[in-house]
């Protein structure tokens, strides 16, 4: 009998490692991919914040010298319109210069002809003594009424050589004004419409500068623009890679616990197996033993009979009801002449009842768990299910707490991380199991030494939390 539990130990570990192993390294391989990834994903937003940073300060700069280059555009229309002004004062000017050259040559012409007049009179007062003349013009009069003609005469003769000599000097001045404001004009205007072309040229110049500006911006912006979309895209890509590998985490790890589970339900059935053939050996030798009491001649006293077989009796039917919990009654007949007290009963083997203890303010209350616990009752175990077709272990909690509003975490592991750790245990508390380290197991407590869980060999169904499978995996208990 140990060789042969020792042989179906040997064997489940063989088997248990060949099923795990694989699992494991595909699920160290997951969690090397995702954190990688996850690293990825972090990278990325870090360049796509530089990025993003960077298309701001140039987009800034760019707005700045748009608007330098808005002012230069301003000054240049400005500029322009004042070179347009100028440009027609000058022109103007020339038409005036125009004029005014007219005027002078028509002066000029007239200053000539007085000049040779007044020189024609020169001559004449010179040769011909013409003031004498005018004496004896006066006194060679008539009468008195003739003389005041006459000095009227010569006094109007004088009057008109004094205004022509006047209008001479007069016209003569006149142009020499208009020359020098003509040719003053021209020059300042000459002046303004230097400078103005200058400016003209300077902004020019600086108006194609901020353009070479404006576009070297635009080309470095549309650069980091194309930096941080690409950025975003390898993000995108990480992030896909993070929820993938995350699903293939998850799976690993229900392929994991689904393995451990397998094996458990393997080990428990191996577990029990010994335990029936033990208690069916006991029974058997038990009843053999019963009938050759009854089979033997009966020789010695009542007494002795009396005393040694109820007792015999009930020592092996002890035996049997510790093996099996099940109670085993016997009875013994002895031959006609010989007479025998009926033997002592034998004891009944403790009946196994669940309770239902009061809910309590520290968690979920059993009472309101154990209807849509109870209701699924007998469901098969399904690896990864979570309806009632077929329930996992944490599908079947998950299930049940549900219903009441509740939502846990999808595997035993999981639940178990999140529940708060209680040392005193009240119905509604899940229990947990672990296998090499991992929690593998979890089901809900109902008191008494009792839970309810979903089993791989069993489906749903009540089992004790010290039971010769399930105690040494016992960890603790969690509350929701």
């Not at 000049?115 to 005018?134: C, F, I, M, P, W």
């Not at 004009?185 to 194609?208: D, H, R, T």
Request: charge should be negative; proline fraction near 3%.
């Amino acid at each position: 009998m140990n060789k042969k539990l020792v042989t179906i130990a040997i064997l489940g570990s063989m088997t248990f490692s060949s099923l795990i192993l694989p699992t494991a390294v595909s699920a160290e391989t997951n969690t090397d991919k995702l954190t990688e990834s996850e690293q990825q994903v972090t990278q990325t937003q870090e360049a796509i914040e530089a990025a993003q940073q960077k298309v701001d300060a140039l987009q800034t700069q760019s707005s700045q010298t748009e608007a330098e280059l808005a002012a230069i555009t301003s000054s240049i229309d400005s500029n322009k319109g004042k070179t347009d002004t100028l440009l027609a004062d000058i022109e103007a000017s020339q038409q005036e210069k125009t004029t005014l050259e007219n005027e002078i040559k028509a002066l000029e012409e007239k200053i000539a002809q007085r000049s040779e007049q007044l020189e024609d009179q020169a001559r004449t007062v010179q040769v011909n003594g013409d003031t004498k003349n005018y004496i004896e013009f006066v006194i060679e009069a008539d009468s008195l009424s003739d003389v005041i003609g006459r000095v009227d005469v010569v006094t109007d003769l004088v009057k008109a050589n004094k205004d022509l000599v006047q209008a001479q000097a007069d016209d003569k001045e006149s142009v020499v004004e208009k020359k020098e404001k003509t040719e003053q004009s021209i020059v300042q205007q000459n002046a303004l419409a230097a400078q103005l072309e200058n400016a003209k040229a300077e902004m020019e110049q600086q108006l194609l500068e901020k353009e070479v500006v404006v576009s070297q911006l635009a080309i470095e912006t549309a650069s980091a623009q194309s930096d941080k979309d690409k950025y975003i895209a390898q993000k995108a890509e990480a992030e896909s890679q993070v929820a993938e590998y995350t699903a293939a985490q998850e799976a690993a790890e229900l392929a994991v616990l689904a393995s451990y589970e397998a094996e458990e339900a393997k080990e428990e059935e191996e577990t029990e197996e010994p335990i029936v053939e033990e208690a069916s050996t006991n029974e058997e030798v038990v009843v053999a033993e019963s009938s050759e009491s009854v089979e033997e001649p009966q020789v010695v006293e009542e007494s002795e009979v009396t005393a040694s077989t109820p007792t015999e009796t009930t020592k092996k039917t002890e035996n049997v009801s510790t093996s099996t919990k099940e109670t085993v009654k016997t009875e013994t007949k002895a031959p006609a002449k010989t007479e025998t007290k009926a033997p002592a009963k034998t004891p009944e083997a403790p009946k196994t009842t669940t309770t239902t203890a009061p809910s309590t303010s520290g968690g979920t209350s059993w009472s309101k768990l154990q209807p849509h616990a109870t209701s699924v009752m007998g469901t098969p175990y399904l690896w990864g299910g979570t309806t009632p077709s077929g329930f996992d272990c944490s599908g079947f909690t998950s299930y049940v707490f549900a219903k009441i509003g509740i939502t846990l975490p999808r595997t035993a592991a999981a639940q178990y991380a999140s529940s708060t750790k209680v040392s005193n245990p009240q119905p509604g508390d899940l229990v947990f199991f672990k296998d090499g380290g991992s929690i593998t197991h979890v089901g809900i407590y109902v008191g008494n030494g009792q839970f309810i869980g979903s089993q791989s060999s069993t489906g749903v169904a009540y089992t004790s939390v010290s039971s010769s499978y399930w105690g040494p995996k016992l960890v603790g208990y969690g509350r929701y």
